[in-house]
């Protein structure tokens, strides 16, 4: 089957050299991401909850899938699956308050299922009380069993070892993440073309992603083409890339003990360092993998007071233009 124009334009903008630093990470992040939580953890069906705003975006249905789009509860939180579909949601600030600043949230989820509450509405609305115009962005997944028990057993078995993983391939993110990437690109474009509509300046658009999320975050921004003006990478992979001589701002907060990224280094501060490029790190002592918006009683529920910190002394948070 030949590759749709879009699908190859976007491998070929993929940076090969970062692409083989990624799929070092790739295996792991194919796991749904899970805070660290003793109660509410079981997965329960819900019926699709009302998205008023959402915006279809112009990526097309995801080839080759024919499961429903399904949702669950877990851990007092709502969950996307099987999304075929892409839509951009927008979060606003009052237009007085506006400081034309804008941030596309990519929720996180193993590229299986989608954290739509903890990492996409709820951040998007802090963000917009602090001025910012946020955009929800539900991306397209790799198909899972349509019902839930399909698809409790199949995590079972990835994270027992028991389904066989093939070895890494060195051009995975550029070809697995084809559709996640042109959902990412698709969103951009749409928020820069209504730029004036949404009081957003369009030089002053970042991304902030979540675990899958932020690989996807990271994937856009090495990609040879307009990069957001400034990113943040939440529990994402650390791992070592080719930065390009334009690499936005990047901010990234880690905690010590979650179990996929804190044991492999630092590699990716490092990168951004050595490339000259600006960078902060918060490595909190305790919060696990999937912390997002949750309250809980540990210092990594301030890194989303810390990342609007850091967008203010950047200026990001200045009146619009």
Do not use: C
């Not at 749904?32 to 997965?43: E, I, S």
């Not at 057993?153 to 070892?161: A, D, N, P, T």
């Not at 690109?185 to 899958?212: C, E, I, Q, T, Y």
């Amino acid at each position: 089957m030949k590759a749709s124009p879009q699908f190859a334009r976007t491998r070929r903008s993929t940076r090969l050299g970062t692409a083989a630093g990624l799929a070092m990470t790739i295996s792991a992040m194919l796991f749904v991401a899970r805070p660290v939580h003793a109660q509410n953890d079981a997965m329960t069906p819900i019926p699709i909850p009302p998205q008023p705003g959402a915006i279809v975006l112009d990526t097309g249905p995801l080839p080759g899938t024919r499961a429903p789009e399904t949702w669950h509860s877990q851990y007092g939180s709502q969950f996307a699956r099987n999304v075929t579909i892409a839509t951009l949601t927008p979060f606003l600030p009052d237009p007085a308050k506006a400081t034309g600043a804008a941030v596309i949230v990519a929720p996180g989820g193993g590229f299986q299922t989608l954290s739509m509450e903890n990492e996409g509405w709820d951040v998007a609305r802090a963000l917009a009380a602090r001025g910012v115009a946020a955009f929800v962005l539900k991306y397209r997944l790799h198909p899972t069993p349509a019902d839930m028990p399909g698809f409790e057993r199949s995590m079972r078995e990835m994270f027992s070892g028991v389904a066989r993983r093939p070895p890494p391939d060195p051009h995975a993110p550029a070809a697995s993440l084809a559709p996640q990437i042109a959902d990412a690109d698709a969103a951009f474009a749409l928020v820069r073309a209504n730029a004036a509509k949404w009081h957003v300046d369009p030089d002053k658009v970042g991304m902030v992603g979540f675990s899958a999320g932020a690989m996807l975050t990271l994937t856009t921004t090495l990609a040879d083409r307009d990069k957001p003006a400034f990113i943040g990478i939440i529990y994402g992979p650390l791992a070592p890339v080719k930065v390009p001589d334009d690499a936005p701002p990047m901010f990234a907060a880690l905690a010590a003990d979650d179990p996929f990224f804190a044991h492999g280094g630092f590699g990716l501060i490092d990168s951004w360092m050595t490339a000259k490029r600006p960078v902060e790190f918060h490595l909190y002592e305790q919060g696990g993998h999937g912390f997002g918006m949750y309250r809980k009683e540990t210092t990594s529920t301030g890194w989303f007071d810390a990342f609007a910190g850091w967008m203010k002394m950047h200026g990001w948070l200045g009146a619009v233009r």
